[in-house]
Each structure stands twice: as structure tokens, then as C-alpha cells.
């Protein structure tokens, strides 16, 4: 590479690196607490208090109880044991879902497999910045609705969704509120009690622990059915014998997280980014998704009259992501830029920079030259 640079990666939205201390958590956890962690013996005890040192960790970070930390493969099976858990929970078809169409597929897609079992589901619209009108969710309400789930951020324009709010319109109504916190827990505050949520979910590899874990903030008092059912692991919330190694990662990253909150550096670099973009390209780009109520490290922007495909393509090192996929020659937008109803124009030239705790302005300046030289030729 012309600078010397070999890749550069700007894909923090779709997953992290292990944190440092996660991966010295982890191998530490190879060499110790080999046990079953329900055996009430010297192999087994050491496992289970490290599952339970995580729990508390987890739930330090989200301010709640250890207790209501259910600890999952990841944020994927977080969502289906919110919705199908409510939905089994109410021990009958004909109930009502609230929720919004710039979901992730984890919830989408659940979403749809309850509507074939007889359950009804509202997707709610967004504005031009991809976030939800609280009112449209009051005005949504029916006798019969069990659930409202609305993401806490957008995993690909970063804008952040009225939580509170919306707990505030539903509160006293016995109404359960889910939001799907994967790109928002250690990013930004995610305190359940502000947000006012009964369910929150958690993925592990968005916040610099591994793949394959993740959890489920249950309220306590909350009830809902178990995703997988056994044994009484996690109180009889979710069976299968405990991940000991994964579980202590989430909790090592969870307790490093809490010193990024707000991740005040990123934000800086990142506008950095975006008045370099500007000053670049003039009016050839526009900015998708909210201006301020937005995770503070990621940038989605359209190039005007290109496509992202085609731009990342002529930018081998790095690693980013676009917001338009190639089918036959045609360009499709992604659903969640489709229900943002952004310009095809913009739309089809949209790429995702999302920026990580180590991502330095020396990367950024490196990536604009790249830019520069792809849009120019």
C-alpha cells in the first residue's frame, strides 16, 4: 500500500477484536475451573463462581441485578427467547407484537415465524433518520398486545431509538418493552432503569468479547418462557450446562466497557471523518441516519450517483460495509435504508464506517486518500 499501510478496518458494528483482558480472562479460564458448574465439589465450585463473578459483571454495566442476567449463545437467541418467551408466556395465539421495520433479522425474522403461529405483528414505520415516532407506537396499541420490541440503536446508521420514552407511554399498561441493545451495550449508557425496559439483549462480539455469547436482561418479576428447556440452569430460564469460559469473557468485557461509555475519543475521530468527507466531496455526499442521536462511532454515508459495492471493491484494505447489495445488474437497497425511504441515488453509493476504540486518525487521513482516488478515477 502506498503509505505503508497494510488493512484497515472499519467494521466495528459487525463485530470486535477480544479485548486484552478478555483474552487473559479466557486463557486464565482454560487452565482453572474445569468443573460442572452445578457440582457442589472443589472442581465444581471455582466454575460456578466464575459464572456468577460475570453475571455481576453484566449486570454492573447495565444496572441491574445479577439475578435478572440470563447468560445466551448470543444476541440472536437473547431476541428469540424475548419474543417467543412473551409469546409462549401468554398461553394463547390471538396476541399483538409492536415493533418497527429497521429491525435486525433477529428479530424480523422471529417476528414472521410468530405471525404463523397465529400471533399478529405491527411493523412500525421510521422517518427519514430511521428513528420511530413514540406516538406511532401509543397509537399501535391494542387490547391484545402483549410486547413492543424496538432496537436501541441501528446496527447500520447508528441512530438511536426514544426507549424511554416509549416505556413511558406503555408503563402501568402491563405491556412488556424488549429493545435489542447488541450495538448500543458499551457504546453508549444502557441503564435498564432509565430506559424503563422489562428485556434487554446482549451480544457478546459487539463489545470486544467473543462470538457465541451473549445475555438477556429479565426484569425481575418478569416471566417468560424458556427458549430452551432441561435442566434448571439460569433458575430455570435457559437449560444446558453452563459456558464457563464464554460467560467470564462477556463479563471481563463487559466490566472494561464501562470505561467507554460515551466512547468520547471515537466520536472526535469520526467527526474528524466526516468534515474531511465533506470538504472531499461537497454535496457528492450525504450523511444517513440521525445527526446527533446516534452511536458515537459509526458514520453511514451515501456517495451520490456511485455504488458502495463498487467503491469498497477498489478499496481492498478496508474493511467497511455498504448499505446496497447487486442482484443482475440492479441495486437493491438494504430493508432498513428501503423503510428510511432514502433515494435510490444515495442509497446505492451508502457505506457504514464503523469506527473501534483503536482506530487512529492516521487510518482515517489513509482511507481518505484511498476515497479520493477511487471517486476521482
Known amino acids: 500500500m502506498s503509505d505503508g499501510m497494510s488493512r484497515i478496518y472499519l467494521d466495528f ?20 475451573p474445569y468443573g460442572n458448574p452445578s457440582s457442589n465439589h472443589w472442581a465444581g465450585r471455582p466454575a460456578r463462581q466464575a459464572v456468577e463473578d460475570a453475571r455481576a459483571q453484566v449486570a454492573h454495566l447495565l444496572a441491574c441485578k445479577p439475578s435478572e442476567i440470563v447468560f445466551t449463545s448470543g444476541g440472536s437467541e437473547a431476541n428469540n427467547h424475548a419474543l417467543k418467551g412473551a409469546f409462549f408466556a401468554a398461553a394463547r395465539r390471538d396476541v399483538h407484537i409492536i415493533t418497527t421495520q429497521v429491525e435486525h433479522p433477529a428479530i424480523i425474522n422471529p417476528c414472521r415465524f410468530l405471525e404463523r403461529l397465529g400471533a399478529s405483528v405491527t411493523y412500525l414505520s421510521v422517518d427519514g433518520y430511521g428513528r420511530v415516532n413514540p406516538d406511532d407506537v401509543r397509537r399501535g396499541l391494542r387490547p391484545e398486545t402483549i410486547l413492543v420490541s424496538v432496537m436501541h440503536a441501528n446496527n447500520e446508521v447508528g441512530t438511536i431509538q426514544p426507549i424511554a420514552e416509549i416505556s413511558q407511554l406503555i408503563r402501568d399498561t402491563g405491556i412488556l418493552l424488549h429493545t435489542d441493545a447488541a450495538q448500543s451495550v458499551g457504546k453508549i449508557a444502557c441503564n435498564v432503569t432509565e430506559l424503563g425496559v422489562d428485556l434487554l439483549s446482549v451480544a457478546g462480539h459487539k463489545l470486544y468479547g467473543p462470538k457465541g455469547v451473549g445475555a438477556l436482561y429479565i426484569r425481575e418479576g418478569v416471566s417468560i418462557e424458556p427458549l430452551i428447556h432441561g435442566a434448571g440452569h439460569e433458575s430455570g430460564r435457559r437449560a444446558g450446562t453452563e459456558n464457563v469460559l464464554l460467560n467470564a469473557a462477556l463479563g471481563v468485557a463487559c466490566e472494561v466497557a464501562g470505561n467507554w461509555i460515551g466512547m468520547e475519543p471515537v466520536r472526535i475521530l469520526r467527526d474528524y471523518f466526516w468534515e474531511r468527507l465533506q470538504s472531499a466531496f461537497g454535496e457528492r455526499v450525504v450523511m444517513i441516519g440521525h445527526p446527533t442521536e446516534r452511536l458515537p462511532n459509526t458514520l453511514n454515508v451515501g456517495f451520490v450517483g456511485y455504488a458502495g459495492a463498487d467503491i469498497l471493491s477498489r478499496m481492498p484494505r478496508v474493511a467497511a460495509s455498504t448499505g446496497s447489495a447487486c442482484h443482475s445488474g440492479s441495486v437493491e437497497l438494504s430493508p432498513v435504508l428501503q423503510a428510511m425511504r432514502v433515494p435510490p441515488e444515495i442509497g446505492m453509493g451508502a457505506i457504514r464506517f464503523s469506527l473501534g476504540r483503536g482506530t487512529t486518525q492516521t487510518e482515517i487521513d489513509a482511507v481518505m486518500n484511498d476515497l479520493v482516488g477511487v471517486v476521482q478515477r
Open 13 to 32: 458494528n459487525a463485530s470486535t477484536p477480544l479485548a486484552p483482558e478478555v483474552r487473559a480472562a479466557m486463557a486464565r479460564i482454560l487452565e482453572e
